[in-house]
Each structure stands twice: as C-alpha cells, then as structure tokens.
C-alpha cells in the first residue's frame, strides 16, 4: 500500500520560513518524479514545484520562484519543501504527490492528473 505522509506545517509570520517533508512508503522511490501542490480554502488546487526522478531539474510555479526549493534524498524515500520569505498568500495546504518517471512528465508536471499518488496535506497558515 503506497502512502505518502506530509509533515512539517504549521503557523509562521510573514516573512518566516518552514520545511514542509513528504515520506513515501510502499513503492520504488526512485522511480517516481514527485510535486508539490497547494490548495487554499475556496481556491482550486495549484502546482508549487516539482522534482525529477534524480533530483534535478526542478521546476516552480511563478509565484514562488526564488522563495521556495524542492528537494529529494532518494536513500530517505523523502522529498522536501523549503519556504522562505513566505507571504500571507501562501496559507493553504500542501500536499506532495508521486508520478510515474517517464518522459512525458517534463511536459506534465504542473497538471495534478500526472500524479497517481497524494498525500493528505499539512496546513501551512501565514499571519501578517
């Protein structure tokens, strides 16, 4: 049973930063490219970043390009998220996601419907 558990959230000021982490079970690490999502109350859900298979390249959504940095450590069945400079619009829940390593995800992997795996999320919440 594949399962992917986020951690790491929580409530930070503006300006502040947080570590959001993702531990995979149940499937070949290695083999999946992995994203980060984010949903806001009475928003759509939106890609944040994402990570290849190897750990690089890595892409981000514009919002937080420059803020935000993805990462993987394939031996931990772990991905992270880094947040700095975080923003009151970044309040939402994060949630990681697993898809199939092939090359079609280079040109899918803002769309949530490439991922075949999700984790529950864990809320971020930026006060002012």
């Known amino acids: 049973q594949v399962q992917l558990v986020e951690s790491g959230g929580g409530l930070v000021q503006a300006g502040g930063s947080l570590r959001v982490s993702c531990a995979a079970s149940?499937?070949?690490?290695?083999?999946?490219?992995m994203g980060w999502f984010r949903q806001a109350p009475g928003k759509e859900r939106e890609f944040v970043a994402a990570?290849?298979?190897?750990?690089?390249?890595?892409y981000y959504a514009d919002s937080v390009k420059g803020r935000f940095a993805i990462s993987r450590d394939n031996a931990k069945n772990t991905v992270y998220l880094q947040m700095n400079s975080l923003k009151p619009e970044d309040t939402a829940a994060y949630h990681c996601a697993a898809g199939l390593a092939d090359s079609t995800w280079f040109a899918r992997f803002r769309f949530s419907e490439t991922y075949v795996y999700w984790g529950q999320g864990t809320q971020v919440i930026v006060s002012s």
């Open positions: 149940g499937l070949t690490f290695s083999m999946y490219a």
């Open positions: 990570i290849n298979w190897e750990g690089v390249p890595t």
